[in-house]
Every structure is written in structure tokens, then in C-alpha cells.
T-cell receptor, first 111, second 108 residues
Framework: SQTIHQWPATLVQPVGSPLSLECTVE??????LYWYRQAAGRGLQLLFYSVGIGQISSEVPQNLSASRPQDRQFILSSKKLLLSDSGFYLCAWSPSDQPQHFGDGTRLSIL | AQRVTQPEKLLSVFKGAPVELKCNYSYSGSPELFWYVQYSRQRLQLLLRHISRESIKGFTADLNKGETSFHLKKPFAQEEDSAMYYCALNPGTYKYIFGTGTRLKVLA
């Protein structure tokens, strides 16, 4: 069966430090992959999605970037974190034309 | 613009009372709509999708194209239904549009 792994679960970083959040999917090939930010009262904001290796679409211009170095690996990065980057980040995957499946999320706190 | 609106941030009902979580969407074509649920300390997970026309955990949702709504209903709420509920729209692309969510609290 398919599974999605997202880590770390929590992360505390100083302002100006780099970021790397990783998400991997097992048991499927060529999934669509997504990064969301979940904020209280604001729902899920789609940040990036990818339909294939090296194909990244950005939804919101910001301090973050995403990469897909392998078919089932999706990475969310930043070179210099801002206080406003604090939040809860969710990775999701879906087969083509099917509903999304979400990971456990990463709570990122910027100090 | 494509949008999903969940007007209630918090909905409190007593156990055994009917529940209706509202969802309205803005989309000119034929959308695919979903309800996702997040129980405490669990992953966000799919509850139901409109094309399935099925009842999951006693919940149903009917797509009303005239009113552009996809409200989630359950005739008798249970305490274990307490959770965060998100309505989502897939306008036929890879992008999903989520509402801001409604927290349901079922009181004993």
C-alpha cells in the first residue's frame, strides 16, 4: 500500500537560517506531490505542486522553494527563514485525478 | 475566481442533534468537491467526495449546482465527530482549493 512520510515533525529554527523539509512517498510511481501551509482560520494554502521530476509549480511568491530530485521525493527549502515562515506545513500526494493523501505535517517555529 | 467558502469557523452541537457544515464554492465549470476531516492528533484525511455519492461515518453531502453548495450533513452527531472539517474543490486541474475549515464540537 502507499504511504507518505514527512519529517521532521517539529522544527525550531532561528531567523535567517536555512530550511529543508522532506517528504517521500512509497508504494506508487509518478505521484502528484504538493506542499501546503495550514494556518488557523486560513485553511490550507497551496504553496507548490509537482506532476513529475523537476517540474515544480509555485502558487504563492514567497521566501520558499521546492524541488523534486526523485520521483517520490519532494523537498521544501528556504535559504533564509523569516519570522513569517512559522507555521504548519503539510505534504500531500495523489495519483492522477484522485483525491490527495496527506502526511503528518511539520510544525515550524522561527525564533 | 475559484473559491471555497466555509462561513462558520466553529460549530457546536449537542450529541444526537443534526449537523450541517456549510460549504459554498465559486466555479463556472463542473467541479469535483470533497470533504476532508482532521481529528485531534491525526492526519488530514478524505471523508467523502461528491462523485461517490456515499455515506461515510453517517455523513452525506449533496452537490447543489444551483446554489453552488456542498454542505456536509449528519442526522445525529456523535462526540467522536468532533474535528476540523475542510471543504475542497478540484476545478479539473492538479490544484485543489480548500476552504478555511470549520471546527465541529459535539457536546455531551
Amino acid at each position: 500500500s502507499q504511504t507518505i512520510h514527512q519529517w521532521p515533525a517539529t522544527l525550531v529554527q532561528p531567523v535567517g537560517s536555512p530550511l529543508s523539509l522532506e517528504c517521500t512517498v512509497e508504494g506508487t510511481s509518478n505521484p502528484n506531490l504538493y506542499w501546503y501551509r495550514q494556518a488557523a482560520g486560513r485553511g490550507l494554502q497551496l504553496l507548490f505542486y509537482s506532476v513529475g521530476i523537476g517540474q515544480i509549480s509555485s502558487e504563492v511568491p514567497q521566501n520558499l522553494s521546492a524541488s523534486r530530485p526523485q520521483d517520490r521525493q519532494f523537498i521544501l527549502s528556504s535559504k533564509k527563514l523569516l519570522l513569517s515562515d512559522s507555521g504548519f506545513y503539510l505534504c500531500a500526494w495523489s495519483p492522477s485525478d484522485q483525491p490527495q493523501h496527506f502526511g503528518d505535517g511539520t510544525r515550524l517555529s522561527i525564533l | 475566481a475559484q473559491r471555497v467558502t466555509q462561513p462558520e469557523k466553529l460549530l457546536s452541537v449537542f450529541k444526537g442533534a443534526p449537523v450541517e457544515l456549510k460549504c459554498n464554492y465559486s466555479y463556472s465549470g463542473s467541479p469535483e468537491l470533497f470533504w476532508y476531516v482532521q481529528y485531534s492528533r491525526q492526519r488530514l484525511q478524505l471523508l467523502l467526495r461528491h462523485i461517490s455519492r456515499e455515506s461515510i461515518k453517517g455523513f452525506t453531502a449533496d452537490l447543489n449546482k444551483g446554489e453552488t453548495s456542498f454542505h456536509l450533513k449528519k442526522p445525529f452527531a456523535q462526540e467522536e465527530d468532533s474535528a476540523m472539517y475542510y471543504c475542497a474543490l478540484n476545478p479539473g486541474t492538479y490544484k485543489y482549493i480548500f476552504g478555511t475549515g470549520t471546527r465541529l464540537k459535539v457536546l455531551a
